[in-house]
């Protein structure tokens, strides 16, 4: 690999024959923001400004990110093929034949609402990221390729 002009690193070559990025100091890099874009952040500013003034009004700040958390699971998993809309999910009487894609969406809010509490005792580091990753995949389809079964296995 070759990086001819790489302004975020360089390559170094190690004792052992490989290369490794390394990148720049982040606080030492120099960003010329054009005007267009400096107004597109300026836009983000003022709109998280106004749902952070929205925020307060709301009588449970929780109950509401849930709903978007809710929603946005049913969506991530009916791009994998997962066939139940929120309704489903949001009824409790789970006695139907998408018991099974239900679950997937609730072990993705579970993993959610795990990780964000998680987050509170450790940093953003790969043991969140796999305990949350077991919390999604239990019990669900795809739990073979669950980080943990993998680690298990006995190879030779």
């Not at 791009?79 to 018991?99: F, H, M, P």
């Amino acid at each position: 690999m070759k990086l001819e002009n790489n302004r975020a690193g360089i390559l170094k070559r190690m004792q052992s024959d490989y290369e490794c990025f390394i990148p720049h100091n982040l606080k030492d890099l120099k960003i010329n923001i054009e005007d267009d874009m400096n107004r597109l952040i300026n836009r983000a500013y003022f709109l998280l400004g106004r749902l952070d003034g929205m925020a307060i009004t709301l009588p449970d700040i929780d109950l509401f990110v849930s709903m978007y958390v809710q929603k946005e699971a049913v969506i991530s998993s009916q791009i994998e093929g997962t066939q139940a809309s929120l309704v489903d999910v949001l009824q409790k009487n789970r006695k139907n034949k998408k018991i099974k894609d239900t679950e997937e969406i609730a072990n993705y809010i579970k993993a959610t609402n795990f990780a964000f509490k998680r987050l509170n005792d450790l940093p953003l580091c790969m043991r969140l990221i796999k305990e949350t990753h077991e919390v999604l995949l239990s019990n669900v389809r795809g739990e073979e390729k669950c980080w943990v079964n993998l680690e298990n296995l006995k190879i030779g």
